[in-house]
C-alpha cells in the first residue's frame, strides 16, 4: 500500500512515509553488524520495532497511521522474534544430536567415550560464548526483555535436562562433571542474565 492508502488524513500519510523511511535506515544500519554475532543485528531490529509498534499502540499515531501500518509492525517485531530463535540453531542441535542418538552402552570403546565427550565440550564451549555475547546485548522494555528470555528458557532448558538425565551415569569419563558442567538450574541462571547490557571486560 501506498502512504497515502494506509492512513486516513495528510498528516497520516506523512507520517507512514517517515516510518518506511525509518524501517529502510534501520534495515541498512542492521546489516553492519558482524556477521559472525547475527543477535546483534536482531536484537537492534527487534528494540526498534517493538518500540515503533508499542508507540504506535499507546498514542494517538494508531488513529493517524491506520491498521495496516500496525500490523505491518506487529509483523516486523514477529518476524525478529522468529529470526532469533536461528541463533540457537546449533546449540539446539547438538542437545538433539545427543538426545537422539541410540541408548550408550554399559560398557564404551574409547571411541564412544570421545564422541560423548566432543559433544558435551562443543555445547558448553557454543553455550558459554553465546552467554558472554547475549548478557552485553540490551533489550530495554521489561516486558519484551522477560519474553524473550523466557522463549530462550522453553527452548533450551528441556533439551538440556533430557540430555544430561541421559548420560549423567554414563560412564564415559572418570569425572562426568566435566562434561556435563551445569546443572540444570545453573544453566538457568545463565539464560537470565541475556539482555541485561552487562559491560563484560
Known amino acids: 500500500l501506498r502512504p497515502a492508502a494506509e492512513a486516513a488524513t495528510a498528516l497520516g500519510a ?19 553488524y558482524p556477521a559472525a554475532k547475527p543477535a546483534q543485528a536482531v536484537i537492534f531490529l527487534l528494540n526498534n520495532y517493538h ?3 508499542k508507540n504506535i499502540r499507546t498514542t494517538e ?15 516486523l ?18 542437545l538433539k544430536e545427543m538426545i537422539s542418538a541410540p541408548p ?3 560398557s564404551l570403546s574409547r571411541s564412544e567415550k570421545e564422541a560423548i ?44 535436562s533430557q540430555a544430561g538425565e541421559k548420560y549423567i ?6 569425572d562426568v562433571n566435566k562434561y556435563i558442567k551445569y546443572k540444570t538450574d545453573a544453566l538457568d541462571q545463565m539464560l537470565l542474565q541475556f539482555f541485561e547490557g552487562v559491560i563484560v571486560k
Do not use: C
Open 14 to 32: 506523512f507520517i507512514v512515509s517517515v516510518l518506511r523511511t525509518l524501517e529502510t535506515t534501520l534495515e541498512a544500519k542492521a546489516r553492519s
Open 117 to 160: 565427550k566432543d559433544k558435551f565440550k562443543l555445547f558448553n564451549t557454543l553455550m558459554e560464548d553465546t552467554h558472554r555475547t547475549q548478557m552485553q546485548l540490551q533489550i530495554p522494555d521489561s516486558e519484551l526483555r522477560v519474553q524473550m528470555k523466557g522463549d530462550n528458557r522453553t527452548a533450551l532448558l528441556p533439551l538440556y
Open 104 to 106: 550408550p552402552k554399559a
Open 61 to 75: 499515531l494508531s488513529h493517524q497511521v491506520g491498521d495496516a501500518t500496525t500490523a505491518r509492525f506487529e509483523a
Open 169 to 174: 551415569r554414563v560412564p564415559f569419563s572418570s
Open 77 to 94: 517485531v514477529q518476524k525478529q522474534r522468529q529470526t532469533y530463535t536461528t541463533t540457537w540453531e546449533k546449540i539446539v542441535g547438538v
Open 51 to 53: 518500540y515503533i509498534l
